[in-house]
């Protein structure tokens, strides 16, 4: 789920509506439900963009594997990100709200992701980590400058951090099995 940049909404994802989950848009209180999408396909991770909230990337199955769309927050205007190679995955908004990070297995073997970050204006993408086991969840830090993410270089999930072109990786944690990364309040690397 995810919040308007005003805080009045709450964007999140439902089987409500039938057998598949559907993106759905309300209240913060929880009141005035309406469904934005519907399709028979799973549609979830609704980002909405932080400098254009009218507007918001998600992933969905409409079209065989999980890829990244764009639609509008009404559900209106819908258009596929990605190119329909692979598996398109976990969208994340730059703080500008031009660019989103995601994981992506296009290249690689179903389900070995790696990080990317894509131009959204013109769909320009840059890989940011290569091969070193399952690259997943990307946040971008409120500086724009920094991603944390997941990733299974061991026997576990462990959280790391980067710069946004893919240098100073730094693993995080080391006990456990550590896999949604949300960036704090805090701006100190």
């Known amino acids: 789920s995810d919040f308007t940049p005003d805080s009045k909404q709450?964007?999140?994802?439902?089987t409500a509506g039938g057998s598949y989950s559907q993106i759905f848009i309300a209240n913060a209180d929880g009141s005035n439900?309406?469904?934005?999408?519907?399709?028979?396909?799973?549609e979830v991770e609704a980002k909405v963009n932080p400098k254009a909230s009218t507007n918001l990337v998600f992933v969905s199955g409409r079209g065989g594997p999980p890829q990244i769309y764009r639609m509008n927050i009404d559900g209106a205007d819908i258009v596929r990100l990605t190119t329909g190679e692979g598996e398109a995955v976990n969208p994340s908004w730059h703080p500008d709200g031009t660019k989103i990070a995601f994981a992506w297995?296009?290249?690689f073997e179903p389900g070995n992701y790696n990080i990317f970050i894509m131009d959204v204006a013109t769909r320009g993408v840059t890989q940011l980590t290569h091969g070193m086991g399952r690259n997943e969840n990307p946040v971008w830090a409120s500086d724009g400058l920094h991603i944390v993410f997941s990733s299974k270089r061991g026997g576990r999930n462990q959280i790391f951090t980067m710069l946004a072109d893919g240098t100073q990786q730094k693993q995080l944690t080391t006990q456990g099995n550590n896999e949604k990364p949300v960036w704090g309040n805090a701006s100190n690397f």
Do not use: D, E, H, P
């Open 10 to 14: 709450l964007l999140l994802y439902s």
């Open 33 to 42: 439900w309406q469904r934005i999408s519907s399709v028979r396909a799973i």
């Open 105 to 107: 297995t296009r290249g």
